[in-house]
């Protein structure tokens, strides 16, 4: 295997008898190299990844599948861990591959580095996401940035929206670029809030128009003039099912949600448990393994 620019290294210590369903994982993750050595009674696997092709919620989502394969196995989860090697080199190169995207209808995702196209009738989303936070070509953003397309094209009024786990902010701005009055961006990572609040800069976008919030729900709750019309959340199934009980608090009684990171086989468990908690599932748009749900309050 030779290491290119930038590789995700997996790591996976399960019991000897997961290995052969490790390695089937790997392979249909689309792995360029494995090694595996033998650690006291259980086994440690290495794969490596192209960091181009799988985003972090890919790499959640293959941790997801082979804790299932060991309980489906009747074996111990396996523990899984990522790490991005050669980061600094991929850093400065991939910005010569990455070219203006068109998503949706409404949307040029552009490198902030780059003039859009002279004939562009879209609107331009500058991005400059750093190495962790993606580039909207992942399935769960593009569903975001559409729904966001379909909710915003008919509103009767600027509305305030709620960005949970904003990553490089991408969701927010591209709100704003469709004409929300404001939107909270909020996450838990250091490194994701100042991507935020650069790319907010560059998009010529204000903290008035976009706070950004260092924190997940509790925060936003404290932070919040008043509930918001609606709520954008790209991240994992678990940590939307954690979410889901106290979302009310953050939206208005005629609100909606915007949930993606879901993969299908999970999606029946977030809509039966959004049901539960007084939420309607309006519609499920489905890309490749990914959904997204966009829901709203139930009415009485």
Known sequence: MAVGNSWWEVQVLCDPALEDDVFWRFDAFGSQGTANQRQGS??????????????LLDLSALALRLKQDALCNHLPAPRV????????????????????????????????????PADNQRLVLKLDPGVAFGTGAHPTTQLCLESLEMRLAYADRPLTLADIG???????????????????AADIDDLAVQSAIANRDINHLSPEQMP????????????????VDGVVCNILAE??????????TLVTPQGWAILSGILMDQSKLVADT???????????????????LNVRRSQP
């Open 166 to 184: 904003c990553g490089s902010g991408i969701l927010s701005i591209g709100a704003l670029l469709l004409g929300a009055q404001r939107v909270y």
């Open 274 to 292: 959004l049901e539960q908690q007084g939420w309607d599932v309006a519609t499920l748009w489905r890309r490749q393994e990914w959904c997204c």
């Open 42 to 55: 259980a086994t440690l696997i290495r794969a490596y990844f192209p960091q181009s092709r799988l985003e």
């Open 239 to 248: 940590v939307i099912m954690d979410l889901i009980p106290q979302l009310h």
């Open 81 to 116: 861990s990522w790490t991005l090697i050669d980061e600094e080199d991929w850093s400065k190169s991939w910005k010569d591959h990455w070219q203006p995207e068109p998503i949706g209808d409404r949307f040029l995702i552009t490198p902030a580095w780059l003039t859009p």
């Open 212 to 227: 950004v919030i260092h924190g997940s729900l509790k925060e936003l709750v404290n932070r919040i003039e008043a509930p």
